[in-house]
């Protein structure tokens, strides 16, 4: 296999963006909470509630110590809140397993709530410095094109932790920052739709570009339209609580003029079902 850290290292050195979580001294917490922010939501429209959060909670006891509501009111328009009932009820886990402080090993991460592969290694690599391969879906792109010569991944699998593996150099210090630079060309330079091979620091090595850039087809499972969706008509429910504050809503209020009603009420169902409502007495409210 061609050498891939090298070239990566020294185009990340210069090209990385000012994120956030890469500035020195972020923590283990705010990694975390970034990174359950950052599963299927833009880096643009994380920040701000990024910096909101850590700002009201900047320790997993502070969240610990509020509601569930909070965190869903505070969670507000990101998208898939079940992340934001998860996040609570690790920093509860963290503060009640591990005495407040974000545990840096992998299997001990993977025992709380709402985290899996990915983010355990993320932590591990981006906050403590260990030394781990850790693939998102940027990175399996990288991967799938660089090494196997596809235009896009197959499915997510076991193998690309194992590919990522294979081209982290020996140092914690240089593994984390391959691991960083694979996530950001995937991001900006290695795009799903228009690649700029040009600007790649890795196009001369690349097994797609030196294929002739095959299409090999993309296997992977395409999200469901938004538009009329379950999931924006829980959007909407879940936005006429949060704007109720501490109140609860009569039934009859929430979205009473959605466009098929049937379809209002599976999503009230389903959010009760998820643990992101509560309803008694014919009133709907965030969880107590």
């Known amino acids: 296999m061609p050498d891939l850290a090298t070239p990566l290292i020294e185009w990340y050195r210069e090209n990385a963006r000012d994120l ?3 500035r020195a001294g972020f923590g283990a917490w705010g990694v975390l909470v970034s990174e359950f922010m950052l599963q299927q939501t833009p880096v643009a429209r994380v920040i701000p509630h990024l910096e909101g959060w850590l700002e009201r909670w900047p320790s997993p006891a502070d969240l610990a110590a509020s509601a569930p509501a909070d965190a869903v009111r505070q969670w507000a328009n990101l998208g898939y809140p079940r992340r934001a009932l998860w996040l609570h009820r690790a920093a509860i886990e963290i503060r009640d397993r591990h005495t407040g402080v974000v545990p840096r090993d992998v299997d001990a991460l993977l025992a709380l709530t709402g985290i899996g592969d990915y983010t ?11 030394r781990a391969p850790v693939v998102d879906t940027n990175t ?3 991967l799938a094109r660089a090494v196997d010569g596809r235009s896009q991944p197959a499915p997510a699998a076991k193998r690309d932790l194992a590919a990522m593996d294979a ?14 630079a694979a996530m ?4 900006v330079v290695c795009t799903a739709r228009a690649p700029r091979c040009d600007a790649c620091p890795i196009a001369d090595r690349c097994a797609w570009r030196a294929a002739g850039y095959p299409d090999t087809g993309d296997d992977r499972r395409r999200q469901a339209r938004y538009e009329g969706s379950d999931r924006q008509a829980r959007g909407a429910i879940l936005k006429v609580l949060r704007d109720a504050a501490t109140h609860a809503v009569p039934l009859g209020d929430v979205v009473p003029d959605w466009h098929d009603p049937r379809q209002r009420d599976r999503a009230i169902d389903s959010l009760i ?3 992101l409502a509560e309803a008694s007495e014919g009133l709907l409210r965030l969880p107590s």
């Open 20 to 22: 956030p979580w890469r």
């Open 167 to 180: 081209i982290l150099p020996p140092s914690d210090d240089d593994a984390a920052i391959v691991n960083a």
């Open 120 to 130: 355990a290694r993320a932590v591990v690599v981006f906050a403590y410095g260990g």
């Open 184 to 187: 950001e060309l995937g991001a």
């Open 140 to 142: 399996r792109r990288v």
């Open 273 to 275: 079902a998820d643990g």
